[in-house]
């Protein structure tokens, strides 16, 4: 797998609490989007950290081609 499979064309909104660890999935193949949940075995691709700075919602990319990965740049519009 070269390329990420496209998880949604829409970001994952999610509260996060100051603090916590989260892992974006991204390859796209994780049945717990967002979140890794082990899919990515046997690919190129690793779950990307995220440490939440304070409590509040973020957007998580979901088409998985953001460059500011793990959280959306809008990339999704252009797909």
Known sequence: MTSPNIAQKAPFPVDVKTGDKYFWCACGKSA??????????????????????????????????????????????TL
Request: with cysteine; proline share 9%; glycine share 10%.
């Open 32 to 77: 717990n989007q967002p979140f890794c949940d082990g899919s990515h075995q046997g690919t190129d691709f690793l779950p990307k950290p995220y440490t939440a700075d304070q409590d509040s919602t973020v957007y998580f990319c979901g088409c998985k081609h953001s460059k500011g990965a793990p959280l959306c740049d809008g990339t999704h519009e």
